[in-house]
Structure formats: C-alpha cells, structure tokens
C-alpha cells in the first residue's frame, strides 16, 4: 500500500482544528474521573443508560438542526445497532466497572493503548498498511504497561485480584471500542451523515444498556444529588454528545494519526487529576511505566500518522 503523507495546514485551518482538539481533549481527560464518582447508588448499567439516552436525545436534536437526514435503510439500522451496542453499551459496561477496582487515571491509560488493536484490526479488515515503527512504538508501550501493572500488583491496597480485574475488563473495554472505531472507518459508515449514525447509535446502545441493567440489577434507580445530576449531563452532553462529532471533524481535516495524539494527553491529563483527587500515589516504577507508555504511544503514533489513508476514531 502506498504512503501519502497529509498535507500541512495554513494557520486558519490550524486554528479549525486546535480548537476542537483542545476541547476535545480536556473534556475527556476529566471524563474518567466524572465516571468514578458515579459509581454508588445508582448501578453501573443505569448510570450508562442514562448517559446515553441523553446524548441520543442531544444527537437527534443536533441533527435536525445540522439539516442531516434522521432516515436510515434498513441495513444501515443493523449497522448503527451493532456499533451502537459495541461502543456505547458493551465499552462502558467494562470501563464503568474496572474504575470499581483500579483509579480512574490507570483505566485512562490503558484505554490509550486502543491505537493497537485499531490498528491491527484495521489492516486485517481494511487493508491498511502498519509499519515497523508502530510495532517499535507499540512493544515500548506494552513494556511500560507491564512495569505499571507490576507495579500496582504489588502495591495496591486492594489486592492484586481487584487490580487483575480491573486491568481486564479495562482490556475488553479497549477491544469492543476496537472492533466499533473499525466498523466506524468502513466504506458503509463513511456514507453515512456523522450526526445520523452517531444519534441512531446512541440510541441502540442506550437500548442495550437499559435492557442490560433490567435484567442484572432490576428497575431503574435515579440518584438525585446535585453531583451525580451534573456527573451525568457532563458525560452524556459534554463528553458524548459534544465531544464525538468535534473529534470526527478533527479527523476529517486532519487525519487519525494526528487527531490520535488525543490518546497520549488525555491519560497525560487524567492521570494528573487522579492523583489530585483519588491519593494516587506516584513512585518510580510506576512513573517510569507511564512515562514508557507515552512514549511508545508517540512512536507509533508518528508512524500511523503517515501510513493510514482512512479514520479508525478513538472514543471516550
């Protein structure tokens, strides 16, 4: 497969881009501290029906308003579902549930590693090329996650089962968001309006969690407190509704490898949030094992900027 190499930006086209970016950005690098703190009354499951049933309601409206077609055929229906379910309802359900177990900065981190499995699963199913730097890249950051989760073993007051857990289901949230952002990169999805198939999405993912929810944890239960009310309208507004159609325009005009440098601040900002907030404790294992992860997610980053002719998005 040949390399095209993405053309620079004048400096008005920059500032399209920055400034979504930078939103994008720092909306989700507070998205996983926002998720600990709805963790309590209400289920995991509820609190991610909710979520979403939100943001499908804020799709819809943006939608109409942005003049795209709410009609889908019927085959494209399936394919919103199938998405829908991977990325916004079987994604969640493990991550909402790994920040039971590990801080919310760790998940941040590991979820940054979905670069790999999109990558690889890009080039099985669409045919895009990997180079031998983003494997450099890649073994460098699976080096550091091995020293951090070495490191959190040994010393988390949980025990190593719940960090074990944790990391797991953090794991199957990277790789259901994975097999989504692919089918998003698709010829099928790239016809299709970005509002319309994000609203119907949405939508069916909502559908699937509230269905989920029902059956493990029974009828629905709403916490009314000020602070699980603003935790949801964050994350089903900003963090979904406002985040993902700014992060797929970055992806229009830029490209994914670029636009994927979300992947190394996001944790960069998470992680810093997580030790104001959630005590984390630094040493040097574990700095040295982020420092590594970032580091190898830069390395391939730079190769996949250059090498990849179609989007593979990232999610949060």
């Keep these: 497969m040949s390399i095209a190499t993405e053309p620079p930006l004048n400096r008005a086209a920059q500032l399209r881009v920055l400034v979504p970016f930078t939103i994008v950005t720092l909306i989700w690098g507070g998205t996983w501290l926002v998720i600990r703190h709805q963790l309590g009354i209400v289920p995991p499951s509820w609190s991610i029906a909710y979520r979403f049933a939100l ?3 804020a799709m819809f409206l943006y939608a109409r308003f942005a003049g795209a077609s709410l009609r889908l055929a019927a085959r494209d229906h399936a394919f919103a579902a199938v998405t829908g379910v991977a990325l916004f309802g079987l994604n969640f359900q493990f991550v909402y549930r790994a920040e039971g177990h590990i801080a919310s900065g760790l998940v941040a981190l590991v979820f940054a590693m979905l670069i790999v499995p999109n990558t690889l699963l890009a080039r099985a199913f669409l045919g895009q090329g990997v180079s031998r730097r983003f ?18 073993l040994s010393a988390s007051a949980a025990g190593p089962r719940a960090t074990l857990l944790g990391i797991g289901l953090t794991l199957a949230g990277v790789m259901a968001a994975s097999v989504a952002n692919v089918m998003q990169a698709s010829e099928r999805a790239r016809r ?88 984390y404790r630094w ?34």
Excluded: C, N
């Design 135 to 152: 494997f450099a890249g890649s073994a460098v950051a699976v080096g550091g996650l091995a020293l951090l989760f070495w490191h959190e």
């Design 283 to 316: 040493t040097v294992p574990a700095a040295l094992g982020v420092a590594l992860v970032l580091a190898g997610l830069v390395i391939a980053l730079r190769a996949k900027a250059s090498g990849q002719a179609r989007p593979v998005s990232d999610d949060r």
């Design 192 to 279: 299709l309006p970005v509002p319309t198939l994000l609203a119907w999405g949405m939508a069916y993912g909502a559908l699937a969690d509230a269905a989920f929810a029902w059956i493990t944890a029974g009828p629905p239960r709403f916490d009314p407190s000020l602070s699980y009310v603003v935790g949801l309208a964050y994350l089903g507004l900003a963090a979904s509704a406002v985040a993902f159609p700014l992060y797929f325009g970055v992806i229009q005009a830029i490209g994914p490898g670029r636009a994927a440098y979300s992947s190394v601040l996001v944790p960069v900002l998470a992680m810093a949030l997580s030790t104001v907030f959630e005590a």
């Design 55 to 57: 943001a499908a309601a």
